[in-house]
């Protein structure tokens, strides 16, 4: 029997990537979207991959988690993958504007919903034989790094904030047998990293970050660490 992820944000970037790649690894692969109409690529790839199976999914509302959990039950998941995810106006997280409506949108899409989705599927990774709950965060959240460069205090908030939700999460659901993940895909050639206005060195792109970190899920202990896609382990 095929093993079984749920990746939330598959409709572009890095989600796309994980859908493609899982579903060649022989997968079944649960590919969540907030609008699958304009989802054109993974569409394509639902029709190419057999295995691949398409849920509309707004991860920043609540009410559509708990229905798309009460639609799967009974459904093993073995590893629920939290990928989508949302940068924000820069603009308006800037210390210029600190505009709260952005504030709020960034939270409860990057913070709330990870854990959110892993309350709501507990019982699906409970019954899966890997029981792993992984969020792909970002190295932005690293209080150690942040002296780099200022900006994006929401994004970097968010992130920052579902690592501890993560790891606090590990320490609840450890005796239960499951494994947590909070995985960084590195600086990848995605619309987000675009639109955070980044133009440095160090891009890569999502097929080579993507199939790192699926090695890396593969391989997931129950430390609940923040690791790169590279497998270095990043300062919190």
Request: aromatic letters at 6%; proline letters at 4%.
């Amino acid at each position: 029997m095929s093993a079984v992820i749920l990746v939330t944000g598959a409709n572009r970037g890095l989600g796309l990537e994980f859908v493609k790649q899982y579903a060649e690894a022989g997968w079944r692969v649960i590919a969540c979207a907030r609008d699958l109409p304009a989802a054109t690529a993974l569409r394509e790839l639902a029709a190419r991959y057999a295995q691949v199976s398409l849920e509309a999914l707004d991860v920043g509302s609540p009410t559509q988690i708990e229905a798309l959990a009460a639609r799967l039950a009974g459904q093993p998941i073995d590893v629920l993958l939290n990928n989508a995810g949302w940068l924000g106006d820069r603009h308006k997280q800037s210390l210029a504007e600190l505009d709260y409506a952005t504030f709020e949108e960034v939270l409860r899409i990057n913070t709330y919903a990870p854990l959110a989705m892993a309350r709501a599927f507990m019982p699906h990774v409970l019954a899966g034989s890997q029981k792993k709950i992984v969020v792909v965060t970002s190295g932005l959240s690293s209080l150690t790094n942040t002296a780099r460069f200022g900006n994006l205090y929401f994004y970097r908030l968010s992130k920052a904030a579902v690592n501890m939700a993560m790891r606090t999460l590990q320490a609840e659901v450890r005796e239960r047998g499951i494994k947590v993940g909070i995985m960084a895909p590195g600086m990848v050639d995605t619309r987000l990293l675009r639109s955070s206005g980044y133009e440095g060195p160090g891009v890569i792109q999502a097929p080579e970050s993507v199939a790192a970190v699926m090695r890396h899920i593969e391989a997931l202990s129950q430390d609940a660490e923040m690791t790169l896609y590279t497998g270095e382990k990043l300062p919190w």
